[in-house]
């Protein structure tokens, strides 16, 4: 499925730019961030210029071609080999719950390793040609993986459906359609009508801005509530079911996802109503048991005591700002990903499903 816009775009051969869409600008101006060194790439990621769970992932693995780059052609082979694994090192270090960035250096690390382990004398340039290989190889998968899990999400969105979704897990969050957003779009282009409720999701209001401005450009009918409305929402109206994305799915399926799904998960069972995690295979970490071992970022104090750059609670008060929790997978209906449906998430569902092929 084609997108209205590029969340992110590597512009050139090997000595070429990293352009994205700047999201922190949303959906005010629509400017895209030419990032040139994997300093400025890293910086991009902790302001969230660029977000969402596989964007980051693919945006870092970009990242290495930043570093390499710069590397005189020729150079000594040991030399680019320690600057590629000194870059994942560091971009490593921006953001800590999203596995996709994890995954995706990892993929770029083994990708020098192997090329060196095949050619020992291959040149600067060839190794420069195999990691941007590499790096849009896993952009274009990541393209498919969301329209896999448009295709096997839709079957959940009924017509006239009203689904809640929570922060962005669309198109801005991921080189193609997005996860969560995935089977609505695919529903929708099927002809289905549908009713989106999205939390504006503070502090920093993913919901309000980005799910607003791409659901607003699709056609589908988008109605955004103050997160502390939900409860009220579902009690009230009838919702068909909660879709939400991830940054890190544990072995039994317990999932990490923007502050507030936790909540939102909770209300589900209490209401009864299906809560859908949709989220591709490179989300998943199953070296780590469950979800007590999640990292989950916590950041700045002034992202909930000041709104639009001007403070609105006292001075000197404490704050709590974790970016994720984590949902209990007994809570979760299923989750949805490119290789299928995986319904009452748990270990052995879990590593069924992840050991098919790729879509
Ligand atoms: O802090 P963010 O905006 O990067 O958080 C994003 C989310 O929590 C998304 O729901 C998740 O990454 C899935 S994106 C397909």
């Known amino acids: 499925m084609k997108k209205a816009f590029e969340t992110l775009r590597w512009a050139g051969t090997t000595d070429g730019v990293l352009e994205l869409l700047d999201q922190r600008k949303l959906p005010g101006r629509m400017e895209y961030l030419a990032c040139r060194t994997p300093e400025q790439l890293f910086e991009a990621i902790i302001t969230l210029a660029v977000r969402g769970a596989p964007a980051i992932g693919v945006a870092a693995a970009y990242g290495i071609c930043l570093a390499c780059r710069q590397l005189p052609d020729p150079s000594p082979a040991a030399e680019t080999l320690k600057t590629v694994l000194k870059t994942a090192d560091y971009l490593a270090q921006s953001r800590p719950t999203a596995v996709n960035l994890f995954w995706a250096l990892n993929r770029m690390t083994r990708t020098a390793q192997q090329v060196l382990a095949a050619n020992p004398t291959c040149t600067t340039g060839q190794l420069k040609e195999a990691l941007l290989a590499e790096a849009k190889t896993i952009e274009t998968e990541d393209r498919r993986m969301c329209d896999a899990i448009g295709r096997h999400g839709q079957q959940f969105i009924p017509d006239n459906a009203a689904i809640l979704t929570h922060c962005n897990a669309g198109a801005l969050a991921t080189a193609g359609i997005g996860t969560a957003l995935a089977p609505i779009y695919t529903a929708h282009a099927q002809g289905k009508k549908i009713r989106v409720?999205?939390?504006?999701?503070?502090?920093?209001?993913?919901?309000?801005?980005?799910?607003?401005?791409?659901?607003?450009?699709?056609?589908?009918e988008a109605v955004l509530q103050c997160d502390n409305m939900s409860a009220s929402l579902m009690k009230s109206r009838k919702i068909d079911a909660i879709l939400v994305g991830a940054d890190r799915i544990a072995a039994n399926g317990d999932t990490a996802n923007k502050i507030g799904t936790l909540a939102l998960s909770i209300l589900a069972r209490h209401f009864g109503v299906p809560f859908y995690v949709a989220a591709p295979s490179s989300t998943f970490d199953l070296s780590i048991p469950d979800g007590t071992g999640i990292p989950i970022e916590h950041r700045r104090d002034d992202e909930v005591t000041h709104v639009a750059?001007?403070?609105?609670?006292?001075?000197?008060?404490g704050v709590y700002n974790p970016a994720f929790?984590?949902?209990d997978h007994a809570d979760i209906t299923a989750i949805i990903t490119e290789h299928g449906v995986i319904e009452r998430p748990c270990t052995d569902t879990i590593r069924h499903c992840l050991r098919q092929d790729n879509p």
């Open 197 to 220: 409720y999205m939390d504006e999701t503070r502090p920093l209001l993913q919901g309000a801005r980005l799910t607003a401005w791409e659901l607003a450009q699709s056609g589908i």
């Open 309 to 317: 750059g001007s403070r609105m609670a006292p001075e000197q008060i």
């Open 325 to 327: 929790d984590v949902t």
